[in-house]
């Protein structure tokens, strides 16, 4: 079983769209980053947020940590098709070097 | 500056060969993590040093995986013997000491697939 669950698992959508990224747990976490990642690539860090309640911008990417600091949302505004990737939470637990990775969501945005 | 460095970057053998994934992490960072992503189990952490150290490596499968940093510049991956369900695309990364934040990026490398026949 995931620590992290994202949901969903997949999504296809087309460019223009926009759309909204889960990743939820029970546990708490010191902070949750977002990752995206290409194929053939690895990870790469696209923000972290460390305060419930924390909301954070990157251009059209808008990244929310629950009040608890147990879930977080990554809302894609305007979708582009250079935002397809797959797209992956990991939340830090009190060890800040140790980060569990959720499952992932696969997005796709067509033309 | 370059990222962390993996090699190789495909390897194909057959089973009960011995596997060694080799990771060199981005100078000056105190710690380096092996993961391994697979579509059923997603990314998993295997073993990570802080300062060529191993300090968790409950990550690990079992006994056939050992993972060393002999230096701050190197550490390596070993699979003996290597099974099929090994077969994966195995990651090193490396960071810097956070201190008490925890927002210090992971630096990934662009992984290893390795397949087991």
């Known amino acids: 079983t995931q620590l992290l669950e994202q949901s969903p698992q997949f999504l296809s959508i087309q460019e223009g769209e926009n759309l909204t990224v889960y990743c939820n747990s029970s546990?708490?976490?010191?902070?949750l980053q977002w990752y995206r990642q290409e194929p053939g690539e690895g990870p790469v860090l696209l923000v972290t947020v460390v305060t419930g309640g924390e909301v954070k911008k990157l251009k059209r990417l808008t990244f929310q940590f629950g009040d608890a600091r147990k879930d977080s949302s990554l809302h894609i505004t305007a979708a582009q098709t250079g935002d397809t990737g797959l797209y992956l939470c990991?939340?830090?637990?009190?060890?800040?070097?140790?980060?569990?990775f959720g499952s992932g969501t696969k997005l796709n945005v067509k033309p | 500056d370059a990222g962390v460095i993996q090699s190789p970057r495909h390897e194909v053998t057959e089973m009960g060969q011995e596997v060694t994934l080799r990771c060199k992490p981005i100078s000056g960072h105190d710690y380096l993590f092996w993961y391994r992503q697979t579509m059923m189990r997603g990314l998993e952490l295997l073993i990570y040093?802080?300062?060529?150290?191993?300090?968790?490596d409950s990550g690990m499968p079992e006994d056939r995986f050992s993972a060393k940093m002999p230096n701050a510049s190197f550490s390596t991956l070993k699979i003996q013997p290597s099974e099929p369900r090994d077969s994966a695309v195995y990651f090193c990364?490396?960071?810097?000491?956070?201190?008490?934040?925890?927002?210090?990026?992971?630096?990934f490398g662009d992984g290893t697939r390795l397949s087991i026949l």
């Open positions: 040093f802080n300062n060529n150290v191993p300090i968790d």
């Open positions: 546990s708490v976490f010191s902070s």
């Open positions: 990991a939340g830090g637990i009190y060890n800040f070097n140790k980060f569990y």
């Open positions: 990364a490396s960071t810097s000491d956070p201190r008490d934040r925890g927002d210090q990026p992971q630096h």
